[in-house]
């Protein structure tokens, strides 16, 4: 999925997934807490270069 996300050029960091059960409050706020940081913490003015895709 990388690969795709290189190709389509989505910086693989700014797409996050994580299972969290209806359940897991706490664990909502850790997750959106980390990923904010996480993104902020990427240059917003970094141009990203689409890579060639990957066959495997």
């Known amino acids: 999925m990388k690969n ?3 190709h389509t050029g989505i910086e693989p960091g700014r797409l996050h997934f ?3 059960s209806s359940a897991e409050s ?3 706020v850790d997750v959106v ?3 904010t ?3 902020k ?3 917003p003015h970094k ?3 689409k ?3 990957k066959v495997d």
């Open 4 to 6: 795709m996300l290189e």
């Open 18 to 20: 994580s299972w969290i």
């Open 26 to 28: 706490t664990k909502f």
């Open 33 to 35: 807490k980390k990923i």
């Open 37 to 39: 940081e996480e993104v």
């Open 41 to 43: 913490a990427l240059d």
């Open 47 to 49: 141009k990203f270069v």
């Open 51 to 53: 890579t060639e895709p």
